[in-house]
């Protein structure tokens, strides 16, 4: 998942944009933006900061704007292929110039508040982020519906040791979603799923609290007597 700040600038013309990727925007001000598919058929919105908009890709859009900032967010094609089992190509979504979904929009502004922070969970929580609204956009975006896998059960044993040793191991460095999966020989949505019935945590809730044990532990033998 790619996040960054953008700017759109005020426009008395309509330009041509074409989104390659899939991705959403957060408006972090308010603000109005005239959106259409032909420069001669334009609609206004008017935008709160907060609000989100998710557009089609791969379609031509005309816009033109009173200017304002908002953050981007991408969404690999893998990982929304992922979610559908990798059943399909690519995954087309729905265009949705005020997207009304509670779950997506928390999500969102969770990334914004960690984005504020200076990314202080790293590139794991970023992971599960990005899994998750893969996951809601699948499920209630998607231009034909996916039956995204329910799994049941859980990790066994032998899994879960492994990956408890890679946490304790690298407990210190950048530990991605992806190398969790792969240690445990599985796909990041499967994962992601299975770890969670397993533990009863995400992931990163899972490195974060043995980070947090870590640090404990560390603070207790520092203040033992010599």
Not at 156 to 170: D, K, N, S, W, Y
Not at 180 to 202: D, I, N, P, V, Y
């Amino acid at each position: 998942m790619r996040v960054s700040v953008e700017a759109l600038g005020s426009a008395r013309e309509p330009h041509m944009q074409v989104n390659s990727e899939q991705m959403l925007a957060m408006l972090l001000q308010s603000g109005s933006i005239e959106m259409g598919w032909r420069r001669s058929e334009l609609t206004r919105f008017d935008y709160g900061a907060g609000e989100i908009i998710l557009p089609r890709r791969h379609v031509e859009t005309w816009a033109r704007s009173g200017g304002f900032r908002y953050l981007s967010i991408s969404i690999s094609d893998a990982v929304l292929r992922a979610v559908c089992d990798g059943t399909a190509s690519e995954v087309e979504l729905r265009n949705a110039p005020k997207l009304e979904d509670k779950r997506v929009v928390a999500l969102v502004a969770a990334v914004n508040v960690e984005r504020i922070a200076g990314f202080p969970s790293g590139r794991l929580f970023l992971d599960s982020v990005e899994q998750a609204l893969a996951l809601a956009l699948v499920n209630n975006h998607a231009v034909r519906h996916y039956d995204v896998r329910v799994y049941h059960g859980g990790l066994g044993p032998a899994r879960l040791r492994r990956i408890t040793e890679l946490v304790h191991a690298e407990i210190e460095d950048e530990l991605s979603l992806h190398k969790m999966a792969e240690t445990a020989g599985l796909s990041t949505a499967h994962f992601s799923q299975m770890f969670r019935k397993s533990t009863g945590e995400s992931p990163h809730q899972f490195v974060l609290r043995h980070r947090v044990e870590r640090a404990k532990e560390m603070l207790v033998r520092r203040d033992k007597p010599a």
